[in-house]
C-alpha cells in the first residue's frame, strides 16, 4: 500500500468519525434543548440581575418609566 493510499485510508476513516460525531450532536441539540440552555444561563447570570433590578426600579418608582412611555408615544 502506497503512502497516498494510506492517507486517503484514513481520511475517510477521520471523515466517518466526524460524520458520527456531528449526527449524535444533532439528536442531543434539538431546538427545545437549545432553549433551555439557554433560559438556564439568563436566568443564572448577570443578565438576570439586571432584569431583576429594572423590574425592582420600575415597581419602587414608575414615573420614570410612564414618562419614558409617553416620550416614546
Known sequence: MSHVE????ETE???AEISST???LRAC???GHVLDRL?????QGA???FTRNLKDQTVN???PVM????GLA
Request: no cysteine.
Open 61 to 63: 418608582n414608575p414615573l
Open 29 to 31: 441539540m434539538t431546538p
Open 39 to 43: 433560559a438556564d444561563r439568563v436566568s
Open 13 to 15: 476513516q477521520t471523515r
Open 67 to 70: 414618562l419614558i412611555g409617553a
Open 6 to 9: 494510506q492517507l486517503e485510508r
Open 22 to 24: 456531528l449526527d449524535e
Open 47 to 49: 443578565g438576570a440581575a
